[in-house]
């Protein structure tokens, strides 16, 4: 399910914070992604999950982490195709002040547009955790 962001991001995403609705969760006694059924009573968030363990969270998918750090960071970001290579890139900006770098750049090729998403998630990570 690569719509999903897995599960390590899913779970610092969590602890920075999100929690929107999602339409599926990681149950961490066998790590799989599992959609939302009546075993959670219908919990869509991680607020709304039952489970005193701090290890369950949601698993939001990529749009709506992208759109998280974009309403909550002022952080946005765009993955291309570099010109032919048939490898992918991925930049972040921002205007918030808060930030001494405006932008990111990993020009690094990646493989997949999916390979440079997830690296783009771990980027966008890092820069909140160290801001």
Known sequence: MKDFTQYEQSLELKE????EPCFGYYDIKDNNLQLFSDNLQ???CNSDLKYDDFKHCTAPLYQQAFRFFRENHDLRIWIESNYGVLKFEYVIATTNPNFINKQFNDFSGYNTYEEAELACLIKLIEIVKTK
């Open 42 to 44: 219908d919990a869509s």
């Open 16 to 19: 920075l914070g999100f929690d």
